[in-house]
T-cell receptor, first 115, second 114 residues
Framework: QKEVEQNSGPLSVPEGAIASLNCTYSDRGSQSFFWYRQYSGKSPELIMFIYSNGDKEDGRFTAQLNKASQYVSLLIRDSQPSDSATYLCAVIEDGPSGSARQLTFGSGTQLTVLP | DTEVTQTPKHLVMGMTNKKSLKCEQHMGHRAMYWYKQKAKKPPELMFVYSYEKLSINESVPSRFSPECPNSSLLNLHLHALQPEDSALYLC?????????????FGNGTRLTVT
């Protein structure tokens, strides 16, 4: 069974520090990787997606992908208390029997940024 | 605010009721999804529609019945639900089925079955 694993945390970092969130996936055929942020009681909000090996930066966020190691990470620089949320890693995979692709989520990492 | 609109925001229903959840997007997206999320768990896929055709049904009980009347609308009809079906129901859409096609989520419907 295809799996997406995240360290569940909780992860606490002081304000201004770098938060590092990690995710591994089991299917070598996986092509695209997404990071969503979810505040308590709210819906997931897309932060970034990446499908090429290497780093992709957007503001304070950097996604890193290593397909050989089946590993994707999200770095949050200059962490703010407003970054406190659950971060969900998600992988696009082909559905069964060539049907539509689907997004499979990891269990999420709860991040707390301490003022 | 998101560009995927879900109604109602909250719904309380008894086990004998019939109700429907609605989802609408006007971004021209051709894939639409229903997810179910329980507290402190990740979203779980229920259904996928691609070009208005049901392409994935993740072994969801028949008391949940999806419908895609057109490319902008997605409904989830509910009948004879159980208390354990109480959850946040999320609708999402994506432009297409490509690798650079992220899902955009609505704000969800918080469902309570009594």
């Amino acid at each position: 069974q295809k799996e997406v694993e995240q360290n569940s945390g909780p992860l606490s970092v002081p304000e201004g520090a770098i938060a590092s969130l990690n995710c591994t996936y089991s299917d070598r055929g996986s092509q695209s990787f997404f990071w969503y942020r979810q505040y308590s009681g709210k819906s997931p909000e897309l932060i970034m997606f990446i499908y090429s090996n290497g780093d992709k930066e957007d503001g304070r966020f950097t996604a890193q992908l290593n397909k050989a190691s089946q590993y994707v990470s999200l770095l949050i620089r200059d962490s703010q208390p407003s970054d406190s949320a659950t971060y969900l890693c998600a992988v696009i995979e082909d559905g069964p029997s060539g049907s539509a692709r689907q997004l499979t989520f990891g269990s999420g990492t709860q991040l707390t940024v301490l003022p | 605010d998101t560009e995927v609109t879900q109604t109602p925001k909250h719904l309380v229903m008894g086990m004998t009721n019939k109700k429907s959840l609605k989802c609408e997007q006007h971004m021209g997206h051709r894939a639409m999804y229903w997810y179910k999320q329980k507290a402190k768990k990740p979203p779980e896929l229920m259904f996928v529609y691609s070009y208005e055709k049901l392409s994935i049904n993740e072994s969801v009980p028949s008391r949940f019945s999806p419908e895609c009347p057109n490319s902008s609308l997605l409904n989830l009809h509910l009948h004879a639900l159980q208390p354990e079906d109480s959850a946040l129901y999320l609708c999402a859409s994506s432009p297409r089925q490509g690798r650079d096609s992220p899902l955009h989520f609505g704000n969800g419907t918080r469902l309570t079955v009594t």
